[in-house]
Structures are given as structure tokens and as C-alpha cells.
């Protein structure tokens, strides 16, 4: 799972790697697992080396270096960044899932395009790890979208997970929403809890 | 809500929750305590594993998706553990019911899945099972 400093990121604007980049774009693919680490350690400050981060990525297994890759991406921080890391949002690992879904949080400016597809999407899983995308924007808008997800999800497990987000950054504007949902979902004990105790912390933090 | 018969012969069970949603921790958490059980929280499979190497626990209740470590990573850890804790029951809890997640579950070394959301029901049945409590 990548090291991430939340906010730490600088977006690199180098958009050609230079001859001093070339030795590392060729470590990637070395059979010294070593190597394909620190290549990918260096390759971080280099936009034009997501389409080789990308590839490596794909085709790596070693974990500690799929984590240097994230986390090379991850300080790239830029669109092709974020598309080649969304993929992993459907991955069937569960520690690839959970290592695309915390490196995508620490880019909350590059992802916010994409929130709003994911949160529509027809895949449950991908549906409920986007809402982690939400949690660091701007409390307004991270309300905003949740909540109209929120109006619109049938799956239970979707709405809890967008109601754990509402929890910590929601603004008083879901209240309604919340309300509606937990009627919506009576049938389903956990939700009117969780719904319930969102609202309480929402009302205490606001008031 | 279906009645259940609680584990109460062994109200000193101790049961340590992990999982990274304080809400699911809220919830779990006053269903045990309501049945006399006494609950321990943690928030990834790192302090997971500080607590257990620690404290006393009769059965773990992990999530799979967590930061840090996930929840199979935490339970093939602690059964590569050399101490005691190696045998403590694992029941995982998640929001994926795909046939893949129900074989690593099982590959990692846990003693039952339940998919999200939980009920007080199969929650309590669960737990009465992997302690051994009469029920």
C-alpha cells in the first residue's frame, strides 16, 4: 500500500523525460525487483513517465514495488495519473482495491472530475469505494454529491458507505437526505444506526 | 427482529472488532455489549495485531477493506504467528460477496464470511458459533 502524505503532492509539470530519466524508464522493466523499485522511485517527478508507470504497473506482482509505481503516480498527480490508476477500483484483489482507492484520495483536485462517472456506475463495488473520493473535498460539494447519491442508490452497502463519508465531512444540508434514506431503508437495522448517529455527530459539529 | 438466544453463558467473552468505519465499530459494538459482551475496537490490521499480541481476545471480527492492512492480511499474520494467538477465530465481515473474496477469506485462514450489511441476527449466531457459547 503506497506511503501517502495526504496534501504532500506537488503535480510535476516535466512532461518529457530527459536522458537523466532514461536509465530508469529501462530499470523498470530489469528482473531485479531492487532495480524496478528505486526505477519507479525516480520515475515520480516525471509526467511523461505514467504511459511506462502505467505498463510496469499492470504487469508487476512484487508489492513493494507496485506500492513505489501508486506512489510514483501518485506524485505525478496529474489526468493520466488518475486514469491509469482508476482501474483498480474494479480490481478483484482486495489490496490493490484499497491501495488505487487511497492513492486516488491523496489527488482529491485531479480525481473531482471524475467522481460524479464513478458514483454511477453500474458496478456496486465501484459505486461504494467512490464515495472514499469524496471525503477530502470541500465539505459543500462532498454533500452535494453524496447526498444525490444518496436519493438515487438502491444498494444498501453504497448508501452506508456514503453515509460514513456524510459522517465525518457532511454539512447540515444532508440532513434531509438522511432522514429520507433511513425510512427508505428501515428494513435494513444498520443504516437508520448509522444514519442516525451521522445525523447526531452532523448536529453537534454544525451547531 | 428474530429472537435470539444469546451467548450468555460466557459473558466474559472478549471480542475485538477491526474495522475502519467508526460506524460499523458503533454498531457491532452495541450489539455485542447488549448481549454482554465485552468489545475491544480497532481501526486497520496494524493495530490489530498490537492488540492481540497484547490482550485476550475469543474471536476477531475483521473488515477486508482497510488502510494500512487489509483484513487478509491481518488474519494470515496472525496465523503465521508462533504465540497463542494463531488459533483465535476469525469471522470476516464485508461488502463483497464474490466467489474470489469467500476463497482469499478462506485461503488466508478465516473461520466464516459474512456480507455487509450486518444483521443483529446472523451477528450474534455468528459470534455464539466461533466462541463456543451455548445457543
Known amino acids: 500500500m503506497p506511503f501517502i502524505k495526504r496534501g504532500a503532492s506537488t503535480p510535476v509539470t516535466e512532461s518529457k523525460p530527459g536522458e537523466a530519466t532514461a536509465p530508469h524508464i529501462a530499470a523498470l522493466s530489469s528482473p531485479d525487483a531492487e532495480m524496478r523499485w528505486g526505477a519507479a522511485r525516480a520515475l515520480g517527478g516525471v509526467a511523461a513517465a505514467v504511459p511506462v508507470l502505467a505498463a510496469a504497473l499492470d504487469g508487476e506482482q512484487n508489492p513493494r514495488v507496485r506500492e513505489a509505481i501508486m506512489t510514483a503516480l501518485m506524485r505525478i498527480g496529474d489526468e493520466a495519473s488518475v486514469r491509469t490508476l482508476l482501474p483498480y477500483l474494479r480490481s478483484q484483489d482486495a489490496r490493490q482495491r484499497s491501495a488505487a482507492i487511497e492513492t486516488l484520495q491523496a489527488l482529491p483536485g485531479a480525481v473531482e472530475p471524475f467522481v460524479a462517472a464513478l458514483l454511477g456506475d453500474a458496478d456496486t463495488d465501484v459505486r461504494l469505494l467512490a464515495t472514499e473520493l469524496a471525503r477530502n473535498m470541500p465539505p459543500k460539494h462532498a454533500t452535494l454529491v453524496l447526498c444525490d447519491l444518496l436519493k438515487k442508490e438502491s444498494h444498501p452497502n453504497v448508501c452506508a458507505a456514503a453515509v460514513e463519508v456524510l459522517a465525518e465531512v457532511g454539512t447540515r444540508d444532508a440532513l434531509p437526505t438522511l432522514k429520507a434514506c433511513a425510512e427508505r431503508f428501515a428494513n435494513v437495522p444498520f443504516l437508520p444506526f448509522a444514519i442516525e448517529a451521522t445525523i447526531a455527530r452532523i448536529s453537534s459539529t454544525e451547531s | 427482529m428474530t429472537e435470539v438466544e444469546m451467548p450468555v453463558a460466557n459473558t466474559k467473552t472478549r471480542i475485538l472488532i477491526v474495522d475502519d468505519s467508526s460506524l460499523v465499530r458503533l454498531y457491532c459494538r452495541d450489539i455485542l455489549e447488549k448481549a454482554g459482551l465485552e468489545v475491544e475496537q480497532a481501526i486497520n490490521g496494524i493495530e490489530a495485531m498490537e492488540k492481540v499480541l497484547t490482550q485476550t481476545f475469543d474471536l476477531v471480527i475483521v473488515d477486508v477493506n482497510m488502510p494500512r492492512m487489509d483484513g487478509f ?43 455487509k450489511p450486518l444483521s443483529e441476527f446472523d451477528l450474534l449466531r455468528h459470534v455464539a458459533v466461533l466462541t463456543g457459547a451455548p445457543r
Request: negative net charge; proline residues 2%.
Open chain 2, 73 to 115: 492480511s491481518f488474519i494470515r499474520a496472525l496465523r503465521n504467528n508462533v504465540a497463542d494467538v494463531s488459533t483465535l477465530p476469525a469471522l470476516v465481515i464485508t461488502t463483497e460477496a464474490g466467489s474470489q473474496d469467500r476463497d482469499e477469506a478462506r485461503s488466508a485462514g478465516a473461520n466464516f464470511y459474512l456480507v
